[in-house]
T-cell receptor, first 114, second 111 residues
């Protein structure tokens, strides 16, 4: 079974703090993704990575950065947290190449920025 | 501009009846479509998918229909069970591995 784990289920931070969200997958997937989920807006892609040290912007990258130093780990960084970044953050992974690309999700991190 | 839309934010259905969830898309380059199910405090889990070369895919109680000319897909759940109560997201894929998700439909199945 594919397992995607996220470092925290719940996180409370203050405005201006630097925040790290970690994601690890154990299926040797090439692709990894970070989404945020907000009511009525569904899942919106922040950043994704096709390979180690590679990253691409998604639909809403502003205020975020990512790091992928190892194939199994993908980190999301909020350089200076703001209240509008309060959200549910979901990490996902999938195989690369011309396959059906089902994405497997972690349990999510609910981040509150005060 | 949302390329994938789920126009019904919620749906309530009696146990044993059919649930029909709808999804519309605008990008004609989408070639693969998926449905995910999400329970509270859990990540979404894959439910069923369909390639653009098909118009129907069935898996047990779940059937997905694709109407390419109308840029519309739907998910049918028959019969609906209380454990089906969740938020359902449709997702579409264009070239590459990115998925674009709809806003979700919350389904409540009443016993």
């Amino acid at each position: 079974d594919v397992k995607v784990t996220q470092s925290s289920r719940y996180l409370v931070k203050r405005t201006g703090e630097k925040v790290f969200l970690e994601c690890v997958q154990d299926m040797d997937h090439e692709n990894m993704f970070w989404y945020r989920q907000d009511p009525g807006l569904g899942l919106r892609l922040i950043y994704f990575s096709y390979d180690v040290k590679m990253k691409e912007k998604g639909d809403i990258p502003e205020g975020y950065s990512v790091s992928r130093e190892k194939k199994e780990r993908f980190s999301l960084i909020l350089e200076s947290a703001s209240t509008n970044q309060t959200s549910m953050y979901l990490c996902a992974s999938s195989f690369g190449g011309p396959k059906k690309n089902e994405q497997f999700f972690g349990p999510g991190t609910r981040l509150t920025v005060l | 501009d949302q390329q994938v839309k789920q126009n019904s934010p919620s749906l309530s259905v009696q146990e044993g009846r059919i649930s029909i969830l709808n999804c519309d898309y605008t990008n004609s380059m989408f070639d693969y479509f998926l449905w995910y199910k999400k329970y509270p405090a859990e990540g979404p889990t894959f439910l069923i998918s369909i390639s653009s070369i098909k118009d129907k895919n069935e898996d047990g109680r779940f059937t997905v229909f694709l109407n390419k000319s109308a840029k519309h897909l739907s998910l049918h759940i028959v019969p609906s069970q209380p454990g089906d109560s969740a938020v359902y997201f449709c997702a579409s894929r264009a070239a590459g591995n990115k998925l674009t998700f709809g806003g979700g439909t919350r389904v409540l199945v009443k016993p």
